[in-house]
């Protein structure tokens, strides 16, 4: 079986190769056509598909998923409206691929630049929702680039039945079917094969868990785009003015809470500490939001609110908790941004210039924010078009990943018989 | 023994990781204080480093080291001076850090844009080479990261003696003397763990023989800025203007032949063939190239030039060997291109417009060129001051890497107070 499955993925890896070559030099009209095509054929397959995915969905309940699962597992009429509108979103972001930057003549008389060109082949990794076979599928071909799905097994009649139509799309704009490939198998060998594949597979986006990514991380032998976890931070400083503290502190906690972007510790300088803390706990009393303090939050905001331990500065909540300190200045919400947070996003509510600057230069996180919700922080929002993940790595792709996350550039010369001396 | 490195390579990262943070909000004039102290201090204790690369070379000499090695090793008061001048140049370049790039309005009402900031800690794992120790460190330095350098153990001495001129130019300037290390120890299980310690280290830079790039490269933890080889072609195409192809093939072949940006394979169209080849045989005949052939090279130049096999297409000679193969079409050159080469850097020699942007979109290599010398695939020639080594990956940098490769984007974002709706 372990034979079959290493024979099976090799050849997966090879047909992706080869396709990529093609893709990459495929112009934005066939790429888009394509898209277009795989539109039509999703609105023609509807029924087919939400079909697959009450057999998924049967079969969920009958393993006695958990409800957060089966929630992501399920299709809705709703929710395939939405996989078509991001699908037309992807369709109308500009083509990354060819653009060419920074060209300008050197000593030499050569003349340099950089031209943008697709990463190769992406193995995408996830786990139950349906709708990011297509979003990853979509993304990857606008970017010239082959991708390799490998959805969890409990989405696997879904994920199949949106390859089809899929597969359909390409086929009509004359693009190599092994563009998109979805692993058939539930074997978890497929992914231990996919992650060390170096020749076939370029870079891998795993979306899920934070056990599965940390598991990949270690295994793979190609680069990871990954995403650990979110533990933000907003920072009330002294000089905030409340108008803006009052409701970035309740929206970056209470907008969504299983989400990356959310707050999970508040941080509030003393010398405001008193006069805000009162007011932010009432708003969040009013949304049920459990709050866990450090001494001196628990001195202003009573004993019944429990003891923060070093551990809650450390997690990430994804629910209805906040851990609250106050700190004596901005260098120790700094210090206590890069050592407990996770590098994702964190945000300062200020009016002063200075602080600001520096909050901007000492935060080490892929989004610094200044008197803005974490929420934010999405790529969506900061207009990428559909997002393949947010990275918490600083090499290559740094926060949300968009098209431009699945490019790469390369340098281009031109020259009229330059030698070198 | 084995444990003590393990405590020792730990401190190590850790030190680096907290000098990394002072490190990274540094001023430009304190950083480039620091590299003007360096300098004062390299050029006081010139005779103690050149001593101790005499103790390098006496031992090198002692253990019968190869003598391309011992050249490598050997610091002469010539290369000594070359070493400043290259720190000269990294004082004169542009601070990368805290750039502000593509601020703009969201719909929201944020303002989203990119700032430049450095990595934090870089690994460098390098063979002989002593001046690599301040090329990198400087650069490393000038881009607001700490670094650890583990040079060749041959080249111990000549090392620690430029890392005492470094420490005392750190401490001149108040930066933190563990911003730049050197690794004392000559144990090979030291690499071992600089290459895995994900917590203190971002990413590794090794320089050195394949052999060794390749292991660093699959027992990393970390991300690894590689050069694996350079296996470069240049085709001339039966639209070449042979004033231009015959000096660039001779340069390309002949100008150095021990370096990544040589030409290893000639690719010449079939039509001009007959032409071309006799007159730049003759060329390579004066510098006692050796040539290896196709059938259709063989026929045109006669049976003294070898027969190329397989393992030729290959080869990255480093010497003064060249494959020739005659092809049909630019089609068939793109492919060899892809499927032989190393993506370092190729050329085409062509007049005719619409091969040039069919070579500049499909020939997959870091660098692409028209009409000009492979030779020119460095980072001086393309402006980007020192050169950290020159990468043959496609994610995060690709070919040569100055500062910029050392450094990263996160987003940031102005607000007035907006929340998420």
Known sequence: MQDSIEQYMQ?????ARKASRVLSSASTHTK????????????????????????????GRDSHLDSALLDRLELT???????????????????????????????????LGKMRVPLGVIGMIYESRPNVTLEAASLALKSGNAIILRGGSEALQSNKAIATAIQHGLKVAGLPEHAIQVIETADRAAVG??????????????????????????????PVIKHLDGNCHVFIDVEADLHKALPIALNAKTHRYGVCNAMETLLV????????????????????????????????????VKTATEEDWYTEYL?????????????????????YGSHHTDAIVTE???????????????????????????????GLGAEIGISTDKIHARGPVGLEGLTSQKWIVFGDGQIRH
């Open 11 to 15: 050849a997966v890896g090879q047909q």
């Open 32 to 59: 888009n056509n394509a898209l277009s095509a795989i539109y039509t054929a999703l609105v023609n397959h509807e029924p087919e598909i939400l079909a697959a995915n009450a057999v998924d969905m049967q079969k």
């Open 77 to 111: 009429p709703t929710r395939f409206k939405g996989m078509l509108q991001g699908l037309k979103d992807v369709i109308a972001l500009t083509d990354p691929i060819g653009e060419i930057t920074d060209l300008a003549y050197r000593p030499s008389g050569i003349q």
């Open 193 to 222: 094969q996919l992650i060390t594949m170096t020749e076939y597979v370029d870079v891998i986006v795993p979306r899920g868990g934070k056990s599965l990514i940390e598991r990949i991380s270690n295994e793979a032998r190609i």
């Open 269 to 304: 300088h003393e010398e405001i500490a008193e006069e805000f803390l009162p007011r932010i706990a009432e708003l969040y009393a009013e949304k049920h939001v459990e709050l866990r303090g450090c001494q001196e939050t628990r001195r202003i905001l009573g004993s019944s």
């Open 319 to 339: 629910a209805p908790i906040l851990a609250i300190k106050v700190v004596e200045h901005i260098d120790q919400a700094i210090e206590h941004i890069n050592k």
């Open 352 to 382: 002063n210039y200075s602080k600001v600057r520096k909050f901007l230069a000492e935060v080490d996180s892929s989004s610094v924010m200044i008197n803005a919700s974490t929420r934010f922080a999405d790529g969506f929002e900061y």
